[in-house]
């Protein structure tokens, strides 16, 4: 098995870690194991059910002053009717347009001033979000990155030709003291 971030090659099929840049390895062997799915991958062809999403404060409002002000117009016109076949207060009607107005309030409160789901979620952020396991890292590590150099690229420094002093060798004091012995004529 190949570590999927840095291509190394792993020992066994059982290793956890990669040995190189210890990625995790738990993952890949269990997606190798089924074939690419996830766990919770459902077999292709599978047919998903829509799973219903909660109401955010912002739209349970909105709907309930939208209520208010519907039941508001009927009520007005229906309430003026019952007051003039019975011959009742002709403030009646008035609650109609109450109810009108509470809806109206109702609605414009929670345009203005509840949370919607894009507010919640800027409210709720995790102050550590996880990175996915198989997406390049997104922060730069406090490590520096690894200094390691193929063989077959390695070129050995060249020499400067620049230089105009020449350095004798270690061995060229010891070669000359025995080339002057060897000139000398033995005493």
Not at 76 to 89: D, K, N, Q, T, V
Request: charged residues 20%; contains cysteine.
């Amino acid at each position: 098995m190949f570590c999927p971030q840095c291509g190394q090659q792993q020992s066994s099929d059982a290793a956890r870690f990669c040995s190189r840049c210890g990625f995790q390895l738990v993952a890949v062997s269990g997606l190798l194991a089924t074939g690419g799915r996830g766990a919770s991958s459902p077999e292709p062809g599978t047919v998903f059910e829509a799973v219903p999403v909660p109401a955010s404060p912002k739209r349970k409002g909105v709907q309930f002053g939208g209520k208010l002000m519907l039941s508001g117009m009927f009520l007005g016109p229906a309430l003026a009717m019952l007051s003039e076949l019975i011959r009742g207060p002709e403030e009646l009607a008035l609650l109609g347009v109450i109810v009108f107005m509470a809806g109206l309030f109702r609605l414009l409160y929670a345009l203005l001033f509840e949370d919607g789901p894009y507010r919640r979620t800027l409210q709720r952020q995790p102050a550590y979000v996880p990175q996915p396991q198989f997406a390049p890292p997104l922060a730069a590590s406090a490590l520096p990155p690894p200094q390691s150099q193929p063989a077959h690229a390695y070129v050995p420094p060249r020499p400067d030709t620049a230089e105009l002093s020449y350095r004798p060798s270690v061995t060229e004091g010891t070669t000359k003291l025995l080339e002057r012995e060897r000139d000398e004529p033995t005493r």
